[in-house]
């Protein structure tokens, strides 16, 4: 069988031996729930109810706060306890509406409702995309309603169902794909349904060869969709790298995949759809995987959003040891908690407790010059001259090292034998560029709005001179 | 006090990613120790115990330089990440078997010290010290460093390098130069020692291939131009196997520190590698040319970085393949309409 890959790239130790042989678990946990206004990509939302309210599951919390933006809505019945800002997992603290949960999940009118998909149209099946709050689950938190409104429709030609689960120690995709397979073909042919001239791949990296023979055979005989096989290595499944290795065609940072006749979206993501859209159910649940050497009993456990990642652990057992560090997500992109107080959210896939901190356990040193970095890098760059100009404060050296294309992988600082820590630089210099550009189209702004004002001003004054000499 | 015990309690926190490689520089260094270990042993094995006396002075004068110029400047010690026994090693397999011990000595103390301390340390130094040390040697202490006279030997020709007899016009056997049974330094004689040792550089991916492969491959070329001596094989294996370029090519072109980064940078310092080596030794006194080879491209390493930074993903030409791929793309699905 054929497999694709990327250029580039690394290959942590997966660690997924920990969990994947545990089968999904459904946990119904009592007590606070918080939803930050903040869980995706793009404006936050608004908030539509206020402390002392009664809301349902299912429930609008909060409405999108503009195109690019998502609903945020209550996962559990109860009563709205306070809208007020809460810690979350980037360790800072956003608006969120904290909801009591009631343990009865009275759920809002016309929820769970079987729907035939088939007979609504292209406008219908976006609304309710839109409408059940779906982002992507697989990190990255963009809208999907936005992803599923490419500016042409006909223009597609690969729908990309992202199952490779790249990040080490992370099984919630891979537990996905073995038990919820048809929820996810399901909505791989509702996304299918939009774009004529799509097809659909599922892309399964090849460590996870029962939940490739296991899809193959649910999509066969179904002309449209077919499972490509990647290989195991590091960033696979991110997206560039993704439509890269399935189509060979190259996206960069400007770019939508629309743009190269793709779209990507993670296998939960689909799954929500096909939950949304043919079953009336939005986004409330999700399947995480908590794992680590410190954690009692690795799991994927399904849990209503909202809750804290303190009572999943807890309600999994617990830490067998003390784990030094706790990461949100998986060892090379997820963020590193200093407290568990924190909500699960749209894009959070794991909680990872390790007994070792490799990072403070290994030291930097000098920069050898190996090049390392340099061959594992899936944007091609070169991250000793970025890390020479962007520690030089050359923000523009840095960006004609394209540095604003870093997707900040990790992938770097992984493989460095110095421990150098690149991507930390990278994520710094691209925040500074970010920062200096936003100062400068305000600058800019300022300068038209003046301009435009004294050319107004010249105008009138033109004016009133040709009244008064015509008088 | 309860506000201490729940500080305790707190994780780390830092910047993603959090897992780090089991490769550490320590073990780069390690392998390529170990990489030279076979070229060491067939040396000591063919030269005397002498051989490793050298070896071991020179070691140990790196990493005693090393550690005593870090403590008289206050910096942190680094003498176990191993680069100064790598320089040490290098330096030594570079001399001659029967020099005397204070001239390596001198040389690992220069290497260290000068080469690499005076320019900030590890990562710094914009030549290589072991070979920059090793020119510093031949131009101060001309005669012992060209005296490649055999322990024992009492002929004039078994004095001589195989490349030195080969230029004065008599033959050599390719067999004792592939095994390393001639004269010439400590660590560069035997190519199948050295290429064991390179094997185990490539197959622990410590090395690429690019350089060594490009910086031979442009040297036979080169030589079946310029030469004189054309197509032939007998000449061109000797030219190969002779005069430390296998040793030059896959264990000193290859130092990290003082060769470029890209990859595309790495083919064209191993083109520039072979020419010059081909020229110095064509056309130059010398018969062998290779230190000053990799120490003149050395040089021109950040010159050549400058112009091979390769184009990032999805810019440049890519966008112009995903162009193309797309119009591609249309035009089969065109067609198979229409056939349909």
Known sequence: MKLFTFKGGAHPNEGKALSENCGIRRLELPGEYVFPVSQHIGAPAKPLVAAGDRVLAGQKLAEAGGFISADVLSSVSGTVKAVEPRMQVSGFPVMSVVVENDGLYETAPGIGEKRDWQGLTKEEIRQIVRDAGIVGLGGAGFPTAVKLMPKNDEAIDYFIANGSECEPFLTSDYRMLMEEGERIVGGLEICLSLFPNAKGIIAIEDNKPEAISRMEKLVSGKERIEVASLKTKYPEGGERQLINAVTGRYINSGMLPADAGCIVDNVATLAAIYDAVAMSTPLMEKVITITGDAVAEPANVQVRLGISYKAVLEACGGLKTEAKKLICGGPMMGQALFELACPVTKPSSALCAFAHDEVAENPTTPCIRCGRCVEACPEFLVPPMMVKAATHDDLAGFEALNGMECMECGTCAYVCPARRPLTQIFKQARKMVMADRKIKAAEKKQREEHEAAAKREAEQKLAADKAAETV | ?340
């Not at chain 2, 110095?280 to 010398?286: D, L």
């Open chain 2, 1 to 340: 006090m309860e506000q201490t015990a729940e500080r305790k309690k707190l994780a780390h926190v830092s910047s993603s990613p959090h897992f780090r490689t089991p490769v550490t520089t320590r073990r780069l260094m390690l392998d390529v120790v170990i990489a030279m270990i076979p070229a060491l042993l067939w040396g000591v094995y063919h030269f005397g115990f002498y051989a490793l006396v050298v070896t071991i002075a020179t070691v140990a004068a790196c990493v005693i330089s090393e550690y005593v110029y870090e403590r008289c400047m206050k910096l942190p010690i680094t003498i176990d990440d191993g680069s100064a026994v790598v320089t040490g090693m290098i330096l030594a397999l570079n001399m001659p078997p029967q020099i005397p011990l204070f001239i390596p000595v001198l040389g690992g103390v220069f290497a260290i010290i000068v080469v690499k301390q005076l320019y900030g340390g590890l990562g710094q130094n914009f030549m290589n010290p072991a070979l920059a040390a090793r020119c510093f040697l031949m131009i101060s202490f001309a005669k012992p460093m060209t005296d490649f006279t055999m322990p024992g030997a009492v002929d004039a020709v078994s004095s001589a390098t195989p490349l030195a007899v080969m230029k004065a016009g008599e033959s050599v056997s390719l067999t004792d130069l592939f095994i390393g049974n001639i004269s010439g330094t400590i660590g560069e004689v035997s190519a199948l020692a050295l290429l064991l040792g390179a094997a185990y550089l490539l197959a622990r991916k410590v090395i690429s291939i690019r350089i060594p492969g490009m910086y031979i491959l442009t040297f036979v070329v080169f030589m079946l131009v310029f030469s004189g001596h054309g197509l032939d094989p007998y000449y061109l294996a000797c030219q190969v196997c002779g005069g430390g370029l296998i040793f030059g090519a896959f264990f000193m072109a290859t130092d990290y520190v003082t060769g470029p980064l890209t990859p595309a940078g790495q083919m064209v310092y191993g083109v520039i590698l072979g020419v010059l080596t081909g020229i110095f030794r064509v056309f130059g006194a010398s018969a062998e040319g290779v230190s000053y080879a990799i120490i003149l491209s050395n040089i021109l390493c950040p010159l050549i970085e400058k112009y091979t930074v390769p184009t990032a993903f999805g810019k440049g030409r890519y966008v112009e393949l995903t162009k193309k791929l797309l119009v591609e793309n249309k035009d089969t699905k065109h067609v198979a309409k229409e056939g349909r």
